[in-house]
């Protein structure tokens, strides 16, 4: 069984910064895309930032020069550093990951809460 763990949401003030941090485990076949992912209430999910194993990454263009995804292929960790953050950033962020094998894993979400 495949679990991926997030830590490091919470609340900070507009132009603050916080680094959410996702590892995963269990029995999961080389890591391929690891991503991040956000859904505030009433909207559609979207992709914040996306990295390969190969360390390509692309960004939403509302985060870009603002957020810096990376990851760690020995610890099957992926990490999102948010600087300036504001009001329109809170929500759920949710990470994601696709396997060798095709197959997707989410995690159960960690709320940022970004107060004006």
């Known amino acids: 069984q495949v679990q991926l763990v997030e830590s490091g949401g919470g609340l900070v003030q507009a132009g603050g910064s916080l680094r959410l941090s996702c590892a995963a485990s269990?029995?999961?076949?080389?890591?391929?895309?690891m991503a991040w992912y956000r859904q505030a209430p009433g909207k559609q999910r979207e992709l914040v930032a996306g990295?390969?194993?190969?360390?390509?990454?692309n960004y939403a263009d509302s985060v870009k020069g603002r957020f810096t995804i990376s990851r760690d292929n020995a610890k099957d960790t992926v990490y999102l550093q948010m600087n300036s953050l504001n009001p329109e950033d809170a929500c759920v962020y949710s990470c994601?990951?696709?396997?060798?094998?095709?197959?997707?894993?989410w995690g159960q979400g960690t709320q940022v809460t970004v107060s004006s």
């Open positions: 994601y990951c696709l396997d060798s094998r095709l197959r997707r894993y």
């Open positions: 269990g029995s999961i076949s080389g890591i391929n895309v």
């Open positions: 990295i390969t194993v190969g360390g390509i990454t």
